[in-house]
């Protein structure tokens, strides 16, 4: 029985931050997509992997692929059916027996979960990953001050979280999603679309792992999931027989946008109510900024500017914690461990106290450490000089990382 994957990587994604879809951020130095191509191309059921991608991402997709052995992806619709439509369409020409449709957002199927899929597909038309739900479930309804108020809701019993892969008999799927989009039949997955064709898809065990990414908390969790997965084990800061301390200091600095101008001020990942922003090419965060600059010098990998030029549009007011993660990743790559960073806000306003912990907040959970590791302070210079004169604002950031004992 020969069986293909088809990776649907073709959706914007961009509620997850960062200016890119997400299926293109990083995670332990590696792209979503390629973590997902990846569990693929490794299993031994697998004949090929095909991606879908959004027209206008082949550059996108080259650099997060990089070095898998993958056909020429196929350009995706407006829809996520559409998509799927197009990636069989494109797979007909050498079609497999039986095909698992697969989101790029979750970058870590288990290979003894596509076992179990694939396994089913012996026995009946369609088979899906899911989990059963495990909570009591509640209805909203609208309560005090717009409040939801709870209500009895529906029995648990029965009800399964869908998740992919999804798995089918090519030629029925194929034939479903041609009956679907002749019909105007719209559904949310493909085993909605294989029962509206009279195909029976049983369910199988999935995984917690193989959970969406959808924010950042959900790439949060994928980056230490990764890191897990593909990194040495993780030393400790004090192990100093194996590991060698690497310290990196940063200092960045933008002047505020012109008056008038319609952005926020964003100051190490939180958004400052009420303030002008600052001007840059993306959303010139002066403390992440400082902060990646100071763990790309003690990882000896240049500057910011050197990962993310600014003459490249795709940062063009792009979040900074796209450039954080990136660096994030770099320790994780190395082998290394973040033993702590501190970032010192230099303004006359705003006010940085009363945001200083939701900034500590922010920092670790983009970094994936304990908040404990992560210090922001904030300092004037007594109304000297262009920052006492209010003219910008500039930060400052020293870190410690502990790396392998190695020459390089």
Partial sequence: MTVDALIVAAGRGLRVGGGLPKQYRPAAGRALLWHACRAFLHHPAIRRVQVVISAGDEALYRTAVGDLDLPPPVAGGATRQESVHRGLAAMAAAPPERVLIHDAARPFPPADMIDRVVAALQQAPGALAALPVPDTLKLGRTGPAGLPLAAQGPSRDGLWRAQTPQGFRFDEILAAHRQAQAAGFAATDDAAIAEWAGLDVVLV???????????????????????????????????????????????????????????????????????TGLAGHSDADVGIHALCDAIYGALAEGDIGAHFPPSDGRYRNADSALFLEHARDRIAARGGRLCNADVTLICEAPRIGPHRQAMRARLAQLLAVAEGRISVKATTTERLGFLGRGEGIAAQAAVTIALPDTDG
């Avoid at 950042?216 to 994928?222: F, S, W």
């Avoid at 897990?228 to 800061?237: I, K, T, V, Y």
């Fill in 205 to 275: 065990q999935g995984a917690e792992d193989n959970f969406k990414v959808t924010d950042g908390n959900d790439l949060a969790r994928a980056a230490a999931l990764a890191e897990g997965r593909h990194a040495p084990p993780p030393p400790s800061c004090a192990t100093a027989a194996v590991m060698a301390p690497r310290v990196g200091q940063g200092f960045d600095v933008h002047r505020f946008a012109t008056p008038g101008t319609r952005r926020p001020l964003q100051l190490c990942g939180v958004t400052i109510p009420g303030a």
